[in-house]
């Protein structure tokens, strides 16, 4: 029988607070693992998490502080260019 079950096989906690996560699918057939996929994203400070995996919950309630959440919003706001600047009028 082959099973599959999606396991976090990476996390990176980036300086400003982002989580690189890498999202194995795993697939076994007679508990023996037969091949393995890769899903890559990344979540920044005070994006929604809660359909996330408990770990990535976790890491995220101890790094997204208040601070860390108002500090990654301030600098994003500041990399806004001006809609004159992206051609659209």
Do not use: C
């Amino acid at each position: 029988m082959i099973e599959k079950k999606i396991v976090i096989g990476k996390l990176d906690i980036l300086e400003d607070g982002q989580l690189q996560v890498r999202q194995d699918t795993v697939y076994t057939e007679d508990g023996v693992e037969s091949f393995r996929k890769y899903h890559r994203l990344v979540l920044s400070p005070g994006d929604d998490i809660k359909d996330y995996d408990k770990k990535i919950q976790d890491v995220a309630g101890i790094i997204w502080t208040k601070e860390v959440v108002d500090e990654f919003k301030r600098k994003q706001e500041g990399n806004q260019l001006p809609i004159s600047v992206l051609g659209v009028h």
